[in-house]
């Protein structure tokens, strides 16, 4: 049967109010995503001492925010239940404190990072420990933030670690500072309390250079003030927490000075194009720019530029690009392309501030990698100035940081960086160390300014070379460097080596340990810092005798093979020999003609090498001479066959 006209007209607009509402819902859909895509993110951390609520906190947050899944909600009723004594609380801590170790002991121990938003801003927050020993798990969580809510327990005021952290917000250029006076329930919500917490802690952010604090009573467990006023404190007249953080401006980088790409990648989508991808940092480019490269200084201009699936004309701060030049100049990972009108001051030397976070103390004179952006070059700490106190900021004397401590030093870098001073630039300007034996991060720190500018201090060409001294020399020259304990017989050997090259009309010189110290380090002692620095002037004077095109001997125990490797990376390819004096330390002991041993184990000695200071035997020597095995002068004539050999 066929439906009637009006039955068809019916269905019909059925089917038109159908593809309207649909149309609308996807209009509505679009446009939500619009906006949260418009939405701007705070990334902020908490920090404070042990036991001042952070997690709580957080946790609260989150589910007053209706930030958490249904899932996350059941469990943290059934955790809280079973984690108060009356069953009728909630545990917000297990929000956050993922470890097992952490519910168990109630502290934070690593950063969780959790994310949430609402109608008006996105967040990335980071719960930071409290506990000193975890100081550096702090300062990685601060490194990457806008902002930093500083909780205070309103029972026990500022502590240490209140100011420990709220010097490291500051090291790490953090300017908006939240201070969340927590607890204020346990001192009956007394305004003189909080008052007196809060100009004690704007006398700290004054000291330290903090000049945006905003301060907050609270109870974050019974969340009084987090999203709505707490009837508690009607003599509190600011914002609430969560209102201050969807609204807090946070300043965007200087557009002024220009753009700033790192180059994180060198991309290469086919044979006819080479483009270079990395984040802007600062400032806007567009094509038909001129741009320079820090720090070879190549110059060129922008071809085309692409921003995810598109090709743009401009890209502005904060946006992924990949950038197309007209010229075919050499940039790699970790070199900068600015603006040619604004370029990057260039230098490999640097005053700057160090947060120490290895268990291992840190040695200046020890060979490390430093990576700022995505570059990473070899650096050293030439000079400790001071460790600085992080309680009253005093300047103490130190020659060695040990874990979580802080200090300022004189950098110095292998090959010269493109910069910015940390207070101008977080990006340019913050840099890690990691160790070169275990890779792993041992300080983290930021540029104050440069000690010498690497354009001004060039290494001078000369026309006498090396090659040319060793010519006349009918040589080549060599360092060969003897390691092994005290009484190992070092100095007895390489001086029966010179005599034997000596007679065979070759150029040498011998530098020992015993008279080094009379006079090139006789400002030196014997501690582990000490010790690294002396290897260090040693290996550099070697250097240079090497290239006069001598064959250089060097007799020093030289303890760590951390510095011996940094002495072999100052050769050219096969110039650096490391011989081992292998000898075990009871026949060292034995042969103790100066009765060092002796006052060693009497403790008259301090930091002797084998007995309270370690000796760490070469991993793969160039050669081994085998003390207890044959006679110095046989040892001597076998050393002199390899050379020639």
Not at 541 to 555: E, K, N
């Amino acid at each position: 049967m066929c439906p009637t006209r009006d039955a068809r007209v019916s269905e019909n607009s059925r089917k038109a109010r159908r593809a309207k509402d649909a149309g609308d819902a996807s209009g509505a859909i679009a446009e939500y995503l619009q906006r949260h895509e418009a939405k701007r993110l705070l990334r902020f951390i908490t920090c404070g001492s042990v036991d001042d609520g952070k997690s709580t906190l957080i946790g609260r947050l989150l589910y007053d925010a209706r930030a958490l899944l249904d899932d996350q909600a059941a469990a943290l009723f059934a955790d809280g239940n079973r984690a108060t004594a009356n069953g009728d609380g909630i545990d917000f801590a297990s929000l956050v404190d993922g470890l097992s170790a952490e519910r168990e002991q109630g502290i934070t121990i690593d950063v969780a990072y959790r994310y949430f938003d609402t109608d008006r801003r996105k967040f990335i927050v980071a719960d930071c420990p409290g506990h000193e020993q975890y100081t550096r798990n702090m300062a990685t969580g601060a490194s990457t933030a806008d902002l930093a809510i500083v909780l205070v327990d309103a029972r026990k005021g500022l502590l240490t670690q209140t100011r420990r952290h709220s010097y490291i917000l500051a090291l790490l250029g953090i300017r908006h500072v939240v201070l969340a006076v927590n607890k204020m329930d346990l001192v009956d919500y007394r305004q003189d309390i909080f008052e007196a917490i809060t100009s004690d802690y704007r006398q700290l952010a004054a000291q330290l250079g903090i000049d945006q604090v905003t301060g907050i009573p609270l109870s974050a467990l019974d969340g009084d003030n987090v999203l709505e006023p707490s009837p508690h404190m009607p003599w509190y007249r600011g914002p609430m927490l969560l209102d201050h953080l969807e609204t807090v401006v946070i300043e965007s980088p200087d557009t002024a000075e220009g753009f700033r790409l790192p180059v994180q990648w060198v991309c290469r989508s086919n044979q006819d194009f080479r483009g270079f991808a990395g984040t802007l940092l600062a400032g806007s480019v567009a094509v038909g720019d001129a741009i320079t490269v820090s720090p070879s200084g190549g110059a060129s201009t922008v071809a085309r530029i692409f921003s995810g699936d598109s090709e743009v004309t401009r890209a502005g701060s904060g946006q992924p690009v990949v950038l197309g030049l007209t010229d075919e100049i050499d940039i790699g990972r970790g070199d900068i392309i600015c603006a040619a009108n604004a370029p990057l001051a260039v230098a490999d030397q640097f005053a700057a501030n160090l947060l120490w976070m290895d268990q291992q103390p840190l040695l200046p004179g020890r060979p490390y990698w430093l990576k700022i952006g995505a570059r990473t070059v070899g650096a050293t700490i030439t000079e400790l100035k001071y460790q600085i106190d992080v309680n009253t900021q005093t300047h103490l004397a130190a020659k060695t940081l040990e874990c979580n401590q802080v200090g300022y030093c004189n950098l110095y870098l292998n090959e010269p960086i493109g910069f910015q001073a940390f207070s101008d630039n977080r990006n340019l300007g913050g840099f890690i160390l990691i160790d070169r034996q275990s890779n792993a991060t041992v300080g983290a720190g930021t540029l104050d300014f440069a000690l010498r500018r690497a354009s001004n201090i060039r290494w001078q060409h000369v026309d006498v070379d090396k090659a040319s001294r060793a010519l006349i020399k009918h040589q080549r020259p060599r360092c060969l460097w003897f390691t092994g304990l005290s009484g190992a017989g070092k100095s007895t050997i390489a001086n029966l080596v010179e005599k034997q090259l000596l007679a065979m009309g070759r150029h040498t010189y011998l530098l020992d340990g015993d008279n080094i110290r009379h006079g090139l380090n006789n400002d030196l002692g014997f501690t582990d810092e000490d010790r690294v620095e002396n290897i260090r002037r040693v290996a550099e004077v070697a250097r240079l005798m090497v290239d006069a095109g001598l064959v250089v001997l060097v007799s020093f125990i030289s303890p760590f093979r951390a510095e011996r490797k940094m002495a072999r990376r100052m050769f050219a390819e096969g110039e650096f020999l490391e011989v081992f004096v292998d000898t075990s330390l009871s026949v060292a002991e034995q042969r103790d003609a100066k009765g060092l041993y002796a006052k060693a184990r009497a403790g008259q000695l301090r930091n002797f090498t084998g007995i309270d200071s370690p000796y760490e035997v070469p991993e793969a020597p160039d050669m081994v001479l085998e003390t207890c095995r044959h006679d110095a002068e046989t040892l001597a004539a076998m050393l002199v066959r390899a050379l020639d050999d």
